[in-house]
């Protein structure tokens, strides 16, 4: 399916990963939001559950295997070009997971990867919405069960480029 102008939303998949009072962070190597850093994950192949999706794109992007413990959120991410027009629109389904196998290290859709302590995410300049889902992620961890779906009525414009 194509991610650019797409005639209807594609679903991705984020991995929430803890070790200790850290959370593991990629850098996107795709567009959009190229550069920046977030949760790692990908998009949903024809014929893979969820589950395997979030599994399979974690192993490539960062070397890690994991196990998928728990849903924590669902939102949608919606981009529009300078025309208003919608250049991107992401359905993302993302889980609290943990750490079963491998060494982290960047490849295929990331720049760079890294552990980052809780109090310590500011200079990497998180969407809003992922400093949520990362938020909501913890209380779960902790036995807190905040709401899952984020309603996002804000979309964005992608700078030309």
Request: charged share 20%; net charge neutral; aromatic share 8%.
């Amino acid at each position: 399916m194509q991610r650019h102008y797409p005639k209807r939303p594609i679903v991705g998949v984020g991995a929430v990963i803890f070790k200790d009072n850290q959370v593991v962070l990629a850098r996107r190597g795709r567009a959009p939001a190229y550069g920046a850093w977030s949760l790692p994950g990908g998009g949903v192949e024809l014929g893979e559950t969820l589950e395997a999706a979030i599994i399979r794109e974690v192993f490539e992007e960062i070397g890690l295997g994991i196990e998928v413990e728990k849903l924590v959120a669902v939102l949608d991410r919606i981009f529009l070009d300078e025309a208003g027009q919608v250049k991107y629109h992401y359905v993302l389904i993302d889980f609290l997971c943990q750490i079963t196998s491998g060494k982290m290290r960047a490849s295929s859709d990331a720049l760079s990867c890294a552990l980052v302590p809780m109090e310590a995410t500011a200079p990497y300049r998180l969407s809003r919405e992922t400093l949520e889902v990362i938020r909501r992620a913890y209380q779960h961890l902790y036995g807190g069960s905040p709401p899952i779906y984020m309603v996002t009525r804000v979309t964005e414009a992608l700078p030309s480029g």
